[in-house]
């Protein structure tokens, strides 16, 4: 993933109420991955990070109702169809799958 990359999933997750450090980064390496780094000290218990449940994908957008707070995908996912009939986690899976078939249609586009 470009920096272009990082940087527009930074700023939608931001856009939607995400929150991060001031003084910390998320960056790529070959080694490592995918990580957040720090810019500067940042003090003890101080927050990084800061996901709201509407940007969080699992099994629980499937649900009939979902809990509050997370994104109502029932009426949208075939995975709803699933939900009750395979474990929690194998849902979640195919959510995933069905999100990155749509590319950019998706709202996890950015991310």
Not at 5 to 31: M, P, R
Request: glycine share 4%.
């Amino acid at each position: 993933m470009s920096v272009e990359c990082i940087n527009a999933a930074t700023n939608w997750f931001q856009e939607h109420g995400g929150v991060i450090n001031k003084d910390a980064e998320i960056v790529f390496n070959s080694e490592d991955g995918y990580h957040v780094v720090s810019k500067s000290d940042i003090p003890p218990d101080s927050e990084i990070c800061r996901c709201p449940l509407s940007l969080t994908m699992s099994w629980l957008n499937c649900r009939e109702t979902p809990p509050s707070g997370v994104r109502d995908m029932h009426a949208s996912s075939e995975c709803r169809h699933l939900v009750g009939k395979v474990k929690n986690e194998t849902v979640s899976l195919f959510f995933l799958m069905e999100e990155r078939i749509k590319k950019t249609d998706s709202f996890w586009a950015p991310y």
